[in-house]
């Protein structure tokens, strides 16, 4: 294990520049895995516990991105003329090539002779975050070196394939050392624009290293969540819950919402470790159920879920009519309903899809499946750049079930505080005002129409009395009868 003393020294140096006098962390034992960061005090729910910066960060350029964005400032460029003129096979922008950081890439790559300078290649793009560590100081080099790295066969591939894009690569093996560990440690704890890392809805695209972040180990109930600041990508880490004195911070490396078997897969894979977090070991993820299927048998109503055996293909067990079934027997099911609805969302009609989750899906997947519930955060997801086809009726019911069923999910699993619980809560919130908002004008329109008809029915009642009025002084007013004409006297009386 790395010592705990020289990892915290190192951390305060790269950390100086925030002048934090008492940080509310410090790196100890750890229980989960050999060493970690404690909380030296107790943090409430949603309090910043640190801030990290990157040690090292640039562009991921993956083989599909468009490499036309400055290798300094990290802002897109026009799409023509943005390579470096000095001949360093870097983009960058007219300000910071003449930054300090330019300078020192520029003199570096320029010195290896790039075999076709004035064209972009990712390749030579993505080995900058790498080959900056050569530039870093002894310090700085040193923490790299305190960071966890999974030495596997593939963290030599990067630079050994990188070097081929150059006339005169280095052959001194202490600078491929270097790179090669610094590739494993970015490998292990770094951040690359497409790794599931960044799973809480907000976007990083760049590759990069951030130092303290990269001490806390990984639970799949994690008591933290980060951000990062817009221009100057600084990472706040704030308590998703309260978190105890002397207890570890943790944070997660995979998606929130994946199921058992797809996380120890993925941690496993690409992290190197099986994961014995609390959720990890029940079957049931806190009775979330997120790997659940029905029971293979039609007469049982019963939910399938994974034992848990630390194998990546498990068995599955009916938690009702205990029959087991195989691996390959429950991925059948699974597969069969992701497809089904993965086909709904790659169509182009939102409405289909919602109706295919709000009357469908149900009957051959639970509701507590990951499958469905990415696919509710999709359908939120594209319900907030506008409803397509959907009624504004049919929107506004989606966005208050969908995101009460995944608050309710985060609650299962007791996921405390997270950005995409905040961007929940604040659609429902504004959902709910909405919903106020419409029965208040609902209630006002039967208050003001209950009132003309009152009125209405009074002028009925006054008419009918006037009616009734005018008739009798009609009766009044005609002349009386006349009297029947006295008998006409008699002449002879
Ligand atoms: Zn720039
Ligand atoms: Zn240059
Ligand atoms: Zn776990
Ligand atoms: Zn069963």
């Keep these: 294990m790395i010592c705990p003393k020289r990892t915290s020294e190192l951390l305060d140096l790269h950390l100086a520049p925030f002048k934090d006098k008492d940080p509310a962390w410090e790196v100890g034992v750890s229980k989960i895995a050999g060493r970690g960061l404690m909380a030296t005090r107790s943090l409430k729910r949603g309090q910043i516990i640190f ?80 080959a900056r560590a050569l ?35 280095p052959t001194d093996k202490k600078i491929f050392e270097i790179m090669n560990r610094t590739v494993a440690v970015l490998r292990t704890n770094g951040f690359d624009k497409t790794t599931d890392r960044t799973n809480d809805n907000q976007e990083f695209n760049y590759r990069a290293l951030y130092p303290l972040f990269a001490v806390m180990n990984h639970d799949c109930i ?3 969540y980060y951000t990062f600041e817009a221009k100057t990508n600084i990472m706040i880490v704030r308590a998703a819950v309260d978190i105890p004195e002397g207890f570890e911070i943790t944070t997660t490396y995979t998606k929130l919402f994946t199921g058992n078997i797809a996380r120890h897969l993925f941690l496993k ?12 070991s029940d079957p049931t993820e806190k009775g979330a159920y997120i790997s659940g299927l029905y029971c293979r048998d039609t007469n049982c109503s019963g939910l399938v879920v994974p034992e848990i055996t630390g194998l990546p293909h498990p068995n599955y067990n009916c938690l009702e009519c205990k029959q087991k079934s195989t691996h390959a027997q429950m991925m059948k099911s699974q597969d069969f309903a992701s497809g089904a609805i993965n086909a709904k969302a790659n169509s182009n009609s939102l409405r ?58 985060m609650d299962q699993l ?25 029965l208040a004008e609902d209630a006002e329109k ?31 007013a005609a002349p009386a009868p006349a009297p029947a004409p006295a008998p006409a006297a008699t002449e002879t009386a």
Aim: proline share 3%; charged share 30%.
């Design 222 to 224: 994690p008591n933290t």
């Design 51 to 130: 801030k990290d910066m990157p040690l090292l960060i640039s562009l991921s350029a993956h083989e599909e991105d468009s490499l036309n964005t400055c290798s300094v400032c990290l802002t897109e460029l026009p799409d023509t003329r943005f390579m470096c003129r000095m001949g360093c096979g870097l983009p960058v922008c007219s300000l910071c090539s003449k930054k300090k950081q330019h300078k020192n890439d520029c003199d570096l790559l320029k010195s290896w002779g790039p075999n076709e300078p004035e064209v972009a290649n990712s390749v030579i793009i993505r080995l900058l975050c790498v």
């Design 446 to 476: 039967q208050r003001k129409l209950a009132e003309l008809q009152a009125k209405a029915a009074e002028a009925d009642k006054l008419l009918a009395a006037l009616e009734e009025a005018a008739r009798a002084e009609e009766v009044a």
């Design 135 to 169: 530039n870093l100081n002894k310090d700085q080099r040193d923490l790299i070196y305190c960071l966890q790295a999974n030495l596997d066969n593939n963290h030599r591939v990067e630079v050994r394939n990188a070097a081929k894009c150059f006339k005169n690569f």
């Design 352 to 409: 289909t899809l919602v109706q295919y989750l709000n009357e469908k899906s149900d009957n051959f997947i639970p509701s507590s499946n990951y499958v469905v519930i990415d696919a509710k955060l999709t359908v939120l997801q594209r319900l907030g750049q506008g409803r397509e086809d959907c009624s504004e009726e049919l929107a506004a019911n989606t966005r208050l079930r969908y995101s009460r069923d995944v608050i309710q999910v």
């Design 414 to 438: 007791g996921l405390g505080e997270s950005l995409v619980r905040t961007q929940l809560q604040e659609l429902l919130r504004r959902e709910e005002e909405l919903r106020a908002k419409r």
């Design 269 to 280: 894979m690409k992290k190197g470790f099986t994961c014995k977090c609390s959720r990890c």
